[in-house]
């Protein structure tokens, strides 16, 4: 019975340590790379801020990430996470409006490039030297850079249904800046998990949801349009 006792507290014991290591970390700093890619969308409330439109869609679109990381080890099971990111992001909109005097459709996309710095707090579970799952929360901040938005307006004068004549054309322009129509700015909420193997090789998927609203006030809305970045970002990583 002795023998049986001690061997349960024994496996007890080591699965504590397994899952929840308090120990001083062998590494205080630890400085990894990561490259992967994302698929970003721009939640907003056109439908509510502009009555005409009747139909609004919006589609995800990947882009490219890569990024440098740094760990500051306080213990074995906890870190503080922060580094800089290069995303590339954007998505496709489409729009149905009826003003009663004529029908448009809006069909276009909008991409831009984000300098990102996240600061997180994450909780490693398992054997450091083995296998590490790390459960990441925390703010980023983000500022973007080069945007543009093209898309291509189809209107159709309503007045003679029997012969309508549809007109067309193409409109390209700033997605940042004064002239832009979103806020260079933008911060939120970063979340997400990784798996660690070896001490070096890195798996991880995050998502991100802005806290901002990014969009500028535009013609014609009954109320300020209301706008927030999304983004799941999936990388490949090694540290050093």
Known sequence: MAA??????????????VMFDKGRPSKIIQIGVRAGFNT?????????????????HTQWRQGLTL?????????????????????????????????????????GKWRGNYFEIPLLASLRLGVFELAQLQVDLGPYFATGFGG??????????????????ISHKSVKADYFGDKGMVQRYDWGIK??????????????VHFNYSCRNVLKELDGAVKRPNGHNKAWTFTLGYNF
Not at 148 to 165: G, H, R
């Open 4 to 17: 049986l006792i001690a061997i349960c507290t024994g496996a007890s014991q080591a699965q504590s340590i």
């Open 40 to 56: 970003s969308n721009l939640a907003t409330n056109y439908d509510k801020a502009f009555p005409d439109i009747t139909w609004n």
């Open 67 to 107: 990024g440098a990381v740094v760990d500051i080890n306080l213990r074995n099971f906890f870190s503080i996470q922060s580094g800089l990111f290069y995303k590339s992001r954007g998505n496709d909109f489409h729009y149905l409006v009826n003003d009663n005097e004529s029908l448009v459709a809006l069909d």
């Open 191 to 204: 979340t997400g998990v990784g798996l660690l193997l070896l001490q070096h090789y890195y798996l991880g």
């Open 148 to 165: 543009k938005v093209k898309y291509d307006v189809f209107e159709t004068d309503t007045e003679d249904p029997l012969k309508p004549e």
